[in-house]
């Protein structure tokens, strides 16, 4: 795990999951079957995927268990810290987070949606920024809400 | 049937006795230049016990200890020479990274005795001095190029120094200046074969009688597919670089196994486990000592090529004993594409990519008649991240380094750990699907 701005960056972030998978029939099947029977729930997924392989990321419940389950079964799986915003759920709420990012030069290298909440009127973005601690601090300035693992699990 | 003609009918149908007597006195002779100017090898003798004067005939050959591709590989560059670098006039060399690595030395006695050795096997094909002879192979430091354009000049063939690469324009000096002998790899042959076709030229359009193929594996099936497209006769030529190229053995209008210019490269098939002598007629590793070449002279060095010979009475009128197509490798070298290509290397260039080398798998096939070149390479955990980016450039780097390293292009294709099957808990390194035998 990369240290960043101390400690409150990391208490920040959430701890994604990525897994290399070969683009063949039964790999989707297989791996949510494993996390499945290992009482793993998905909180949040994503695939960026080639013509030969692809990646699957996920934000789990349980993120040690998870990242032994991937390791006892031999798979290429690597953890990253990653943001995850709250935003309002309507038009420009996404807008008004890429512009607080824009502003202070970060890029976003990939993102997806996340558990989005039907009762409370809030969508759950997962960011991967090149400048995590920079991210952190404008985010925050800028009024949006970092969601941390802890409170993940909670949620 | 083509005309029987014959370039050294003297040396090429020499009765066994006068064949015999002439290695026996070329053998004696050679081992003496060795004794004398090369410590390596001398060393290798005395280790077992023997001296130039317990060799007075072939039948004493056995005698004499082996050369090995890491003998070449330690006596690297100057530990095998026999003259010195200012009699040498040329070096060849085979692909591969420096361990691997064969450089070969010719004096100019060395390159006239190559050059008889193809302007044979051109003759065997049926060439005179009335044809035109299109080199397809690659020149520069590839023996295929040179060897056949010396050869070609010694028939007095009108000599078309194409090298290879630029196929239509390949088909069109064979068209406008009208080429009757190819010379290439078989692989590139039928290539030229298939672009003929599509540029909508019949075989009989062309002036193509013969093909001398070499460098590579091919089978019967792709002797026929190739005449066939090509409307010739498609010959095929054996050499290697450590015994001086292309040219130490070739076909004859039999087109059933290929002539050994035995009386420049003395024969032995071997027990590739044993070392023992094997009686002729027998499958085993196939050893070859050069009985002229005065730079590098190598004395029974191991070629791992398994193959059978013959002596059975030709009707071509040559008395050579013929080897049949070599039949596999008793290493763990691959010839893809015409080229040389050991596993270690691939490890070399997947080292560099991590810590410890990843399992890998090597996949050749033949799709029609060109070879695929598939390297799966298993993700391990510090290879990883979690970008495709980075995949992929790591992808593009792993290729960029194999072609580097072996001037062919490998397909490469990640896969997940332990993915690749194993055997006994082994990784199965190399699967070919190619049936070359």
């Not at chain 2, 003998?71 to 591969?96: F, Q």
């Not at chain 2, 076709?197 to 460098?215: D, N, Q, R, V």
């Not at chain 2, 955990?381 to 580097?404: A, C, N, R, Y």
Request: aromatic content about 8%; glycine content about 8%; some cysteine.
């Amino acid at each position: 795990m990369t240290i960043y701005n101390g400690k409150r960056v990391i208490y920040m972030t959430v701890k994604q999951l990525s897994v290399f998978c070969e683009n063949r029939p039964g790999r989707l099947s297989g791996i949510t079957r494993l996390l499945a029977d290992n009482d793993i729930n998905i909180r949040a997924m994503s695939i960026a995927d080639t013509k030969d392989f692809g990646i699957l990321r996920l934000i789990v419940n349980d993120f040690e268990k998870t990242l032994q389950v991937f390791k006892d079964n031999d798979m290429a799986v690597t953890s990253t810290n990653v943001l995850c915003i709250r935003l309002a759920d309507k038009p420009g709420g996404l807008a008004d987070a890429m512009e607080c990012l824009y502003k202070e030069n970060i890029s976003v290298e990939y993102m997806y949606a996340a558990f989005i909440s039907e009762t409370d009127e809030t969508a759950y973005l997962v960011l991967r920024v090149d400048k995590l601690d920079t991210a952190v601090t404008a985010l925050e300035e800028g009024g949006f809400k970092l969601v941390s693992d802890d409170e993940l699990k909670k949620l | 049937m083509p005309e029987r003609l014959i370039w050294d009918e003297a040396h090429e149908c020499m009765s066994r006795e006068e064949m015999k007597k002439l290695q026996s006195e070329k053998l004696v002779k050679q081992v003496r230049h060795v004794w004398d100017n090369v410590p390596y090898y001398r060393k290798l003798m005395e280790e077992k016990g023997v001296t130039p004067d317990d060799i007075k005939s072939v039948d004493d050959i056995s005698k004499l200890p082996f050369l090995s591709k890491a003998d070449l590989r330690d006596a690297y560059p100057y530990g095998l020479l026999a003259k010195p670098l200012s009699e040498c006039v040329r070096i060849h060399s085979t692909s591969g990274t420096t361990g691997k690595r064969v450089v070969a030395f010719y004096t100019q006695n060395d390159v006239d005795m190559w050059e008889e050795c193809t302007a044979r096997a051109i003759t065997a094909a049926g060439g005179t001095k009335e044809d035109v002879l299109q080199v397809a192979y690659g020149y520069g430091l590839f023996t295929g190029g040179m060897g056949i354009h010396g050869g070609s000049h010694k028939v007095g063939c009108l000599t078309l120094p194409m090298s290879s690469g630029s196929t239509e324009r390949q088909i069109q000096f064979m068209q406008d200046l009208g080429s009757t002998i190819l010379c290439c790899t078989p692989s590139y042959a039928a290539y030229i074969g298939e672009t003929v076709a599509e540029m909508g030229i019949k075989p009989e359009e062309l002036k193509l009688k013969a093909g001398i193929f070499g460098a590579e594996p091919w089978t019967e099936e792709m002797r026929q597919e190739i005449e066939r497209m090509l409307g010739i006769k498609a010959y095929d030529i054996y050499g290697l670089t450590e015994s001086s190229g292309p040219g130490v053995a070739f076909e004859c209008c039999e087109q059933n196994g290929m002539h050994i210019n035995e009386d420049h490269f003395l024969a032995e098939i071997i027990d590739p486990d044993t070392g023992e002598p094997l009686p002729e007629g027998t499958k085993g590793e196939l050893v070859f000592t050069s009985l002229d070449k005065e730079a590098f002279p190598l004395l029974r060095y191991r070629t791992r090529d398994v193959c059978v010979l013959s002596r059975e009475k030709c009707s071509c009128g040559r008395t050579l004993i013929k080897m049949a197509k070599p039949m596999g490798r008793t290493d763990d070298m691959l010839i893809i594409k015409g080229v040389n290509v050991f596993p270690s290397q691939i490890e070399t260039v997947l080292l560099k990519m991590s810590n410890a080398t990843p399992n890998y798998q090597i996949v050749v096939d033949r799709v029609g008649t060109t070879d695929t070149f598939e390297i799966l390479v298993e993700v391990s955990p510090d290879m990883f991240s979690d970008t495709v980016k980075t995949f992929e450039e790591l992808q593009k780097k792993i290729s960029s380094d194999i072609q580097g390293m072996l001037g062919i292009r490998a397909k490469i294709k990640l896969v997940e750990p332990k993915s690749i099957p194993r055997s006994e808990g082994k990784a199965v390194r190399v699967v070919d699907k190619r049936k070359l035998v």
